[in-house]
T-cell receptor, first 113, second 114 residues
């Protein structure tokens, strides 16, 4: 168990809908990262938050947004969903410090039908 | 920009034989390198990392990795493979020393046959 909790584990929704994925980081970790894993794109970095502030942005679509709350949990919001958004979405957390490791949650499998 | 490459999509090994999963990197500055493993329908599990120091890094489940600066490589190794080692392996690099995102390779599917 990595200590990172993601909910829900599975999500099936229709095109055009909006969903929210939730992540609780390991206790004490200030950084949260979101990744998308699909068969054709591999592991793609979406966005990073550090202590409530956005720190880095990757190839995140404008339809997607995220935030980190004062208790450090994070949410990834996906809207106007398309079939191509079907993927595994991972959250990871990391402590501060050079070379710190990141620990991943079990992921949320999103299926858009 | 920092990057890693895993030149093999798949590696096949017989149980009991040594295994190597290859990774090369391209970084500016000192590299912070990681290996993760992903079992089916599971998240990524941290195996080991290289930050500085000894070029041979030991990690979980009997895995080790050799950092080679001249060849810009960070290959994952295990002296004796188990069927249960069959999984997807990812090499990754931090894009900045302090808390930067991890940049992953494409992954290598390891298959260990009895």
């Amino acid at each position: 168990d990595s200590g990172v909790t993601q909910t829900p584990k599975h999500l099936i929704t229709a095109t055009g809908q909006r969903v929210t994925l939730r992540c609780s980081p390991r206790s004490g970790d200030l950084s949260v990262y979101w990744y998308q894993q699909s068969l054709d794109q591999g592991l793609q970095f979406l966005i990073q938050y550090y202590n409530g502030e956005e720190r880095a942005k990757g190839n995140i679509l404008e339809r997607f947004s995220a935030q980190q709350f004062p208790d450090l949990h994070s949410e990834l919001n996906l809207s106007s969903l398309e079939l191509g958004d079907s993927a595994l979405y991972f959250c990871a957390s990391s402590p501060t410090g050079q070379g710190a490791s990141a620990f991943f949650g079990q992921g949320t499998r999103l299926t858009v039908v | 920009a920092q990057s890693v490459a895993q030149p093999e999509d798949q590696v096949n090994v017989a149980e009991g034989n040594p295994l190597t999963v290859k990774c090369t990197y391209s970084v500016s500055g000192n590299p912070y390198l990681f290996w993760y493993v992903q079992y089916p329908n599971r998240g990524l599990q941290f195996l080991l990392k290289y930050i500085t120091g000894d070029n041979l890094v030991k990690g979980s489940y009997g895995f080790e990795a050799e950092f080679n600066k001249s060849q810009t490589s960070f290959h994952l190794k295990k002296p004796s493979a188990l069927v249960s080692d069959s999984a997807l392996y990812f090499c990754a690099v931090r894009d900045s020393p302090n808390g930067g995102k991890l940049i992953f390779g494409q992954g290598t599917e390891l298959s260990v046959k009895p």
